[in-house]
């Protein structure tokens, strides 16, 4: 398309991962954000996508339950061997009834079948990365690392990846299987991966990849004071969307709308291009169930932020106090065991 620079790639770690400089996470496809998107549409938005270079997709078995994943294996069927497809293992799953019956799920036996049942719904032979979804605190992640090893030794999984998981969580489990990447949220409006995370990852070569890049969207400046949540939208339970503390947070926005002024850009391509600016080998994956909106996040790649630009947004953000708790406290509770 023109006006379309090639979509860059990016090394996840030392373990050779390679994937397209930004991600596409699809959870959003079939659940937490309402409506619920038409399904060919979805699968239309995914392959083109790959069109545009996007070589990465984020999935699990919990979105749906199960359906994203079928979703994602229907879309990618024509691409096998061209793409990355990251899944996730670890809750509490009635395969049957298609329900999550509460609580977390990594037995050893249990995530070899769910490998199993997640091969099949994406119509491949092999999961290219395979993270723990949740760090589970009744089972051993030497255990948990211990499983996927086998795995891998078996051809059903590539790689082993950890979400939101702490950093004694992470050298254990990578002493055990090599790491090839954690996910868990960062932007400029959640940095605490720079705290621990992120050097941790830096000295043991272990690749990052931010969900939430764009801060559920409120980064992008389209959610407002005005703004409402369908009860099912996954917003409607998170302190940091409540009125007032999107009063409070407006700030961010403004901040990142002043610097995409300069840039001729949009706010949430600034924000995609710093996450792309701290490392190289960190990876966003923004999700969108909207075509224009995919094609302004991958514009982010073409955004270059000086070092002069990158001072301006650090000095600005850190005088911005975020309001507002990023999950209800009993999904905060599960994060960096």
Known sequence: MKGYKKMQKRKLGNLNLEVSALGLGCMGMTRAFEPIPDRQEMIALIRTAVE???TFFDTAEVYGPF???ELVGEALAPFRGQVVIATKFGHNLDPIARVHLGGLN???EHIKRAAEESLKRLRIDTIDLYYQHRVDPNVPIEDVAGAVKDLIQA??????????????????AHAVQPVAAVQSEYSLWWRRPEEEVLPTLEELGIGFVPFSPLGKGFLTGKVDQSTTFAGSDLRSRIPRFSLENIQANQAMVDLLARIAEQKHAAPGQIALAWLLAQKPWIVPIPGTTKLARFEE??????VELTPVDLQEIEDAAVKIQVQGARYPEDQEKLTYL
């Open 155 to 172: 051809g059903k999984v590539k790689h082993f990846g950890l979400s939101e998981a702490g950093v004694q969580t992470i050298r254990r």
């Open 106 to 108: 990594s037995q050893p």
């Open 67 to 69: 359906i994203n994943e």
């Open 297 to 302: 996040n991958i514009g982010a790649v073409n």
């Open 52 to 54: 545009r270079g996007v």
